[in-house]
């Protein structure tokens, strides 16, 4: 079960902390995603981590940031520099490490579990 949280309306250039909480199960056992979709748009992928490293969107390096914090079971997305075509419905995804080779890139995974989503609006 996935929770996300943080989304909401910001300004251009500011700053936004979206946090995805794993519960069931220890959240080092997943490779997890961070994915958007924007009205209109296919959902991709900008961001993952797991045994096999992490993973940024080229549009997003350098002003998003993905993290973990094992004690508290918890991804964040650190997203800084917002511009308005960040708007999107933000998810985070999960998908046992055990599913795929140790080390396999985070970005191909077939992520199975899903949050709600938060939407994010950035303006200009």
């Known amino acids: 079960h996935l929770v996300e949280s943080g989304g909401g309306s910001v300004q251009s250039g500011d700053s936004l902390k979206l946090t995805c909480t794993v519960s069931g199960d220890k959240m080092d056992f997943y490779a997890v995603g961070w994915f958007r979709q924007a009205p209109g748009k296919e959902r991709e992928v900008i961001s993952c981590i797991g045994n096999g490293g992490t993973y940024y969107l080229e549009s997003v390096k350098g002003r998003f940031t993905i993290s973990s914090d094992s004690a508290k079971n918890t991804v964040y997305l650190q997203m800084d520099s917002l511009k308005p075509e960040d708007t999107a419905v933000y998810y985070c995804?999960?998908?046992?490490?055990?599913?795929?080779?140790?080390?396999?890139?985070?970005?191909?995974?077939?992520?199975?579990?899903w949050g709600q989503g938060t939407q994010v609006t950035v303006s200009s």
């Open positions: 995804a999960a998908e046992p490490e055990s599913s795929s080779p140790y080390g396999s890139s985070c970005r191909r995974r077939p992520y199975n579990y």
